[in-house]
């Protein structure tokens, strides 16, 4: 059993910056891959970034390159969303989420159904 719990959302300005932190508990943190996903109310649910653990490789989707960075701190049993230059389309929930499955150290998931836990959520708002 993986227990995610999400901090660091709230209101932030267009074009400011937020930082999301994602702390795990249970299995050791070091052998699975962890994700942000974002769902706005009537939308599918989306992957924002993902990482690699042990591989320590990224992926993001296109709408946040350049803008967001995942990144993680095993001593803490911890990941992050850094978002910067925030616009008014970011605004939603934001998702923790971790692929626990047996998978090569370099792979990136990408896809929800890749991801079996996940955290609470916590909400993120853009003014304009």
């Known amino acids: 059993q993986v227990q995610l719990v999400e901090s660091g959302g709230g209101l932030v300005q267009a074009g400011g910056s937020l930082r999301l932190s994602c702390a795990a508990s249970?299995?050791?943190?070091?052998?699975?891959?962890m994700g942000w996903f974002r769902q706005a109310p009537g939308k599918e649910r989306e992957v924002v970034a993902a990482?690699?653990?042990?591989?320590?490789?990224?992926d993001y989707t296109d709408s946040v390159k350049g803008r967001f960075t995942i990144s993680g701190d095993n001593a803490k049993n911890t990941i992050y969303l850094q978002m910067n230059s925030m616009k008014p389309e970011d605004t939603t929930n934001y998702y923790c989420?971790?692929?626990?499955?047996?998978?090569?150290?370099?792979?990136?998931?990408?896809?929800?159904?890749?991801?079996?836990?996940w955290g609470p959520g916590t909400q993120v708002t853009i003014s304009s």
């Open positions: 990482i690699s653990w042990r591989g320590n490789n990224t």
């Open positions: 989420a971790a692929d626990t499955s047996n998978r090569p150290l370099w792979y990136v998931p990408r896809f929800r159904y890749q991801f079996d836990y």
């Open positions: 249970g299995r050791t943190f070091t052998t699975y891959s």
